[in-house]
């Protein structure tokens, strides 16, 4: 029975969107974590009857067919890239986005990333670098005698040395952003890819149009909401409740069928 078969597509399509459900509430308090959605789509219909097909000599035709869905599939676990709530921490090396754009980071293979998580530390040498020592572009190297390191909203960081008055300019930390930004891939670490989806890396600075500023000692939250995921969670479990009833409902006439032939 095709019912069998199309619920069990129901089934497996909700075990996916409960999988990005989960993934979601994990990473409630990850850094920058940009929470994802999935998209369905209905399957291959067989038409048994066209709409428009004759229904007599005389021209008559039909204004509606009949066509027999297959079930359903995910076809996308796209991102939402929403500002996620910005939180004081008052450590130097705490960067915020407050608007567009993601901080460049460099891979030990020479690929460079892309994250939202300003959680920076500095290495032996002094340079900013993530958490994982993975260094932040362009390579901003801190003297080891720096009384203080301050972070402008336009991305310029400065030190105060010893013996000076006023501080000295080390460099300026590099943004991108992208055309299609759900379009990157996620790899971990909080850290996304260049794909062929999300077009290539539109490079700038904080602060100019179309980027946004920083925020020295803030970092940017997940944006993930704990109401919106437990809604999605009850939906989710009630559509995988349908399918199997949908299946135990087909079980039961097949076994009303197989009745008859014992019969």
């Not at 509606?64 to 008052?90: E, F, L």
């Not at 349908?242 to 032939?261: C, E, G, P």
């Amino acid at each position: 029975m095709r019912a069998l078969y199309t619920a069990a597509t129901g089934m497996m399509a909700q075990e996916r969107n409960v999988e990005v459900i989960a993934n979601n509430v994990a990473n409630m308090r990850t850094n920058g974590f940009k929470r994802q959605t999935v998209h369905f789509q209905d399957l291959l219909y067989e038409n048994q009857k066209r709409a428009g097909s004759a229904t007599s000599d005389q021209g008559t035709q039909s204004p509606a067919g009949i066509a027999i869905g297959s079930g359903a599939k995910v076809v996308a676990t796209p991102r939402i890239m929403t500002q996620g709530t910005i939180s004081q921490t008052d450590r130097t090396y705490d960067l915020a986005i407050r608007g567009e754009g993601f901080f460049r980071v460099q891979l030990p293979d020479g690929r460079v990333a892309f994250t939202r998580d300003g959680g920076f530390e500095t290495d032996a040498t002094g340079r900013i670098t993530t958490k994982d020592g993975y260094l932040v572009d362009p390579g901003i190297t801190v003297p080891a005698d720096a009384v203080s390191v301050s972070v402008s909203q336009t991305g310029l960081v400065s030190a105060l040395l010893p013996g000076q008055v006023a501080p000295s300019a080390l460099g300026t930390i590099n943004m991108s952003r992208f055309i299609n930004k759900t379009g990157l891939e996620s790899m971990g670490d909080n850290l996304f890819l260049e794909t062929p989806g999300s077009g290539a890396p539109i490079d700038g600075t904080p602060g100019s149009e179309g980027y946004g500023n920083l925020q020295q000692g803030y970092l940017e939250e997940s944006n993930v909401n704990a109401v919106t995921e437990i809604a999605s969670m009850i939906q989710a479990q009630r559509a995988y409740e349908l399918n199997s009833k949908v299946i135990s409902s087909a079980d039961q006439m097949l076994q009303a069928t197989s009745n008859l032939f014992r019969g």
